[in-house]
C-alpha cells in the first residue's frame, strides 16, 4: 500500500531551469495539496485540487503551476526556478473536504 | 498575519512526564482541528483531532483540549517517550474551507 508518493526526492536546478514534481496516490482520495515547508515557517500551501481537472491557488502560488488531469496525479510545476523556491515540498491527499490529510515523504528542491 | 501560533518553537521534557503542546488561532471560522507529527526526512501524520463541538479528545497517551472562547488548543501526551520526540504542527480548518492552516510547529525533545 503506497499511499501518497512524490517523485523526485531531490533534485538541484539552476536558476531559470525548469522543472515538474509528481504527486500519485492510490487511496482514490478526491482532495490534493502542495505544501512547501520553509525552517521556522510551517507548512504553507501553493495550490490544492478538489477533484479531477479541478485546481485552485493556495497560500503562496506564485512562480509554480499545478495539473490534476488524472484523479490519482497532481503536478507541481515550476517554469523558471529561483533560489527562493529553494525548499522541502509535500504532497498530500484526503477523502472528504473535512477529512485527514495523508502526506507523501517530501521532495527535497534545491535551487542555485 | 498569521491565523495560528504555536508560541514555543521547542519543548524538552523527560521522559515519563507530560508534554503540553500549545496553539493559538484567531479565525473564529475554523471548526476542526487537527495535530500533525513530523519526523526528520519524513512527511507530517495525522496524530489527534477534535470537533469544535468537543472540548477534549483523548486517544491513548494522547489528549487535546479546546478552548473556544479563548481559541486555544493543546495537546497533552503522558506519558512522553523519547520515540515522541518530533515537530508537531497544528492545523485548523473550518468555515467550508478544504485547505488547512498550519502553524509553524513546534519541536518536541523527550529526554531519556
Known amino acids: 500500500n503506497a499511499g501518497v508518493t512524490q517523485t523526485p526526492k531531490f533534485r538541484v536546478l539552476k536558476t531559470g531551469q525548469s522543472m515538474t514534481l509528481l504527486c500519485a496516490q492510490d487511496?482514490?482520495?478526491?482532495?490534493m495539496y502542495w505544501y512547501r515547508q520553509d525552517p521556522g515557517m510551517g507548512l504553507r500551501l501553493i495550490h490544492y485540487?478538489?477533484?479531477?481537472?479541478?485546481?485552485a491557488k493556495g497560500e503562496v502560488p506564485d512562480g509554480y503551476n499545478v495539473s490534476r488531469l488524472k484523479k490519482q496525479n497532481f503536478l507541481l510545476g515550476l517554469e523558471s526556478a529561483a533560489p527562493s523556491q529553494t525548499s522541502v515540498y509535500f504532497c498530500a491527499s484526503s477523502y472528504s473536504r473535512a477529512g485527514e490529510l495523508f502526506f507523501g515523504e517530501g521532495s527535497r528542491l534545491t535551487v542555485l | 498575519d498569521q491565523q495560528v501560533k504555536q508560541n514555543s518553537p521547542s519543548l524538552s521534557v523527560q521522559e515519563g512526564r507530560i508534554s503540553i503542546l500549545n496553539c493559538d488561532y484567531t479565525?473564529?471560522?475554523?471548526?476542526?482541528f487537527l495535530w500533525y507529527k513530523k519526523y526528520p526526512a519524513e512527511g507530517p501524520t495525522f496524530l489527534i483531532s477534535?470537533?469544535?463541538?468537543?472540548d477534549k479528545n483523548e486517544d491513548g497517551r494522547f489528549t487535546v483540549f479546546l478552548n473556544k472562547s479563548a481559541k486555544h488548543l493543546s495537546l497533552h501526551i503522558v506519558p512522553s517517550q523519547p520515540g515522541d520526540s518530533a515537530v508537531y504542527f497544528c492545523?485548523?480548518?473550518?468555515?467550508?474551507?478544504?485547505?488547512?492552516?498550519f502553524g509553524k510547529g513546534t519541536k518536541l525533545t523527550v529526554n531519556p
Open positions: 485540487s478538489v477533484g479531477e481537472g479541478t485546481t
Open positions: 479565525n473564529s471560522m475554523f471548526d476542526y
Open positions: 477534535i470537533s469544535s463541538i468537543k
Open positions: 492545523a485548523p480548518k473550518g468555515g467550508g474551507s478544504e485547505k488547512l492552516v
Open positions: 487511496m482514490n482520495h478526491e482532495y
